[in-house]
């Protein structure tokens, strides 16, 4: 078994023996895999479970719910697997994930899933916040874990390559439940392996914790005020029910930095945001979680309901985007080894990635699908170049001792971004679309027909769309032109949306300067091949 000596605690980390750390490692591929397949098939899936299960004002929670309670429980078991060992709690977490999965195929109404998919989140951060941070307790040398990561991006890229054709598949033939009961044999697969194999470590085995409760209080509060603001600030206005949730967020994040600051064990340990390396990774971390969720919840929106395709084109259509995440990941691992400086990789990912997003926002109806499908291939090698990446640096800056709240912080504030993202781009698709219905029906006396169109389920329900057609018969309307115009205004309303996740994308662009420079190929001449900081960071000068 081979040794190394941690610096700062100066205990000896072990490398596992392979027979051990092989089926470990297959375990937590199954892990990814859970998570993977869950985000590409209910994106896929999203449209058609709006439309059965009627309520399109709650499109943009199906997402958030389960975001914003990932978002509260990434750091919290995080920070409980540094002190505990993470195995119990990987454990716990697919068992939690699996059951809310079924929770959430029997759902009878969109509220029942919204529950449904806030279970789902406390299972995901869970899953996200220790099974991540396993990795290098698995394989502490960080090129030893680079070459490993081919393993777990091979393991990300099937479920990617597989979940949105699937979901789409399900959706249309087998209808939308069964999106849900995919994760079940997964689960289960995971369970054995993790339950044999995976080692129980402690990082700081020396005593005990006590929980910051307060703070994840305060993370929740705040976090819910801020996406509360952004939904109904465009349907109310400046109200004063608005500007109260707005001045809650501030206060609340006032009282969230005060607290945090003057806790024994802080949930989100402030000095972290003030080292100038990890801050400028969590910055970049929101940026993709606000870029990649807007992409799978939205751009099925655009396919289904605007360009008219179905679920099965939709999901061969998001495959590209997804499968070339992986790809994108598979390229890093091995160029980035080879770099002197491997921040490189991060600026050619966000320049792949803003100009698949700009290309996005001009899509029409008669784009190509050729067209379509080489704007998914740049946005997934874009997200594969930039995602891995984040995690090994965050890794190599925050050290040993807190690998997993350094690791949660980063899943945490990537599902942040996203949850930020889905409600912004969801705010800006519901408020235009109603605006440009509204426009267009000016000229049209019958109500049913303005209250029928005001929804978009009427473009993605086939019920619905059918009986829409029936009763302009009935008044001597032509509902296929209707159909179309509406299209064009849900289009209209979407590209507005994609607008600005390429800002955000643009944004991460320019605030990759900020990253230090980070060698992963060459080991610190002070340690030995292997030590814990053989990728220590340069400053720009000495660079």
Known sequence: MAERRDKRTGRTAQALPPRQAFPAAI??????????????????????????????????????????????TIPIFGRLGDFYGRKPFVVTSVILFVSASVFCSMSSSMLQLV??????????????????????DL????????????????????????GPTLGGLLTQYAGWRFVFYVNL??????LVFLWRFLPWIRQNPTGGMRLDWLGALLIALLLGSWQMFVEFLPRHGASLGVMALGTAGVLLLMALVYWEERCPNPLLPMDMFRDRGLSALFVLSVVSGFVMFALLFY????????????????????????????????????????????????????????????????????TAHWQLMAYMIMAGLGLGLIMPNLTVFAQQ???????????????????????????????????????????????????????????????????????????LQRVNMHGD????????????????????????????????????????????????????????PASKDEA
């Not at 502490?140 to 390559?161: C, D, H, K």
């Not at 044999?185 to 995971?190: A, H, N, V």
């Not at 590209?320 to 691992?333: K, R």
């Open 115 to 136: 529950i449904g998919r806030a279970l789902q989140g406390i299972g995901g951060g869970m899953l996200v916040g220790t099974a991540f941070a396993s990795v290098p």
């Open 397 to 471: 800056l925050a050290g040993r001792t807190r690998f997993g709240i350094a690791t949660a912080m980063l899943q945490s504030l990537r599902m942040v971004g996203g949850m930020i993202g889905a409600v912004i781009v969801g705010t800006l698709i519901n408020h235009f679309y109603a605006l440009g219905v509204r426009d267009m029906a000016i000229a049209q006396q019958d109500q049913d027909v303005r209250s029928m169109l005001t929804d978009p389920q009427v473009l993605v329900s086939s019920e619905m769309q059918s009986s829409f057609m029936a009763h």
């Open 481 to 536: 032109m209707l159909i179309a115009a509406a299209r064009d205004v849900l289009i209209g309303a979407v590209h507005v949306g994609l607008a600005a996740v390429f800002i955000v994308a643009m944004f991460g662009l320019l605030g990759t300067y900020r990253v230090p420079f980070i060698n992963i190929s060459r080991p610190n001449a002070a340690e030995p091949a292997g030590a814990e900081d053989d990728a220590k």
């Open 139 to 162: 394989f502490p040398e960080p090129r030893v874990r680079l070459r490993w990561q081919i393993l777990f991006s091979s393991a990300f890229g099937v479920a990617n390559a597989v």
């Open 27 to 72: 375990g937590l591929c199954f892990v990814l895999m859970l998570v993977a397949v869950d985000q590409t098939v209910v994106g896929t899936a999203l449209p058609t479970i709006v439309a059965e299960l009627n309520g399109f004002s709650l499109y943009a929670w199906v997402g958030t719910a389960y975001l914003l309670t990932s978002v509260i």
């Open 299 to 366: 751009l099925p929106l655009l396919f289904q309901g605007g360009l008219g395709m179905s679920p099965k084109q939709v999901g061969l259509l998001i495959t590209p985007l997804v499968l070339c995440m992986t790809l994108g990941s598979v390229i890093n691992s091995r160029v980035v080894v080879l770099l002197e400086h491997g921040n490189y990789m991060f600026y050619v990912g966000f320049v792949f990635l803003s100009l698949a997003c700009l290309a996005l926002v001009f899509v029409t109806v008669s």
């Open 185 to 190: 044999p997964i689960g289960l697969i995971s």
